[in-house]
């Protein structure tokens, strides 16, 4: 029952693993999302523009103005996603780091060794 045993070290750095690819995956929805609404912001704004012959420039302004305001806050709330689902991964790296801190030591130095092995053989 030692403390690197391999199966334990391996089942560690999955469980690991796995939240750090749940904080991607919503990170990456996060700005998919605000991809999605700069796109459809950059659609409406050449609407807009094209359909800009039939109406004065106040009213083409005040349009425009408001729809900025709109993506303005939906690519608040975006970042403001995307900064919490990063600073959850980051937390649940700090809790494994202090909760495990012998199973942490041990896979950065396997990872150490790795690349070194790597870096020898080039």
């Known amino acids: ?15 690991a693993a796995n939240i750090g690819e749940r904080a991607v995956r919503g990170a ?3 700005v998919d ?5 700069l796109r459809s912001l950059l659609d409406d704004l050449e609407s807009s523009i094209h359909n800009a012959k039939d109406i004065d420039a106040d009213k083409l ?5 408001s729809k900025l ?3 303005r806050s939906q690519l ?7 900064s919490g689902k990063l600073g959850d991964a980051a937390g649940y790296a700090d809790d494994f780091v202090h909760d495990k801190p012998w199973h942490t030591l041990g896979a950065v130095a396997g990872l150490a060794l ?8 080039a």
């Open 33 to 37: 999302s605000a991809s999605g609404q």
């Open 114 to 121: 790795l690349v070194g092995f790597l870096a020898a053989r």
């Open 1 to 15: 029952m030692g403390l690197f045993t391999r199966s334990t070290l391996d089942s560690k750095i999955n469980g």
């Open 61 to 65: 302004r005040k349009e425009l103005q």
């Open 28 to 30: 990456s929805d996060a």
């Open 76 to 82: 608040n709330g975006a970042g403001g996603a995307l």
């Open 69 to 71: 305001k709109t993506a």
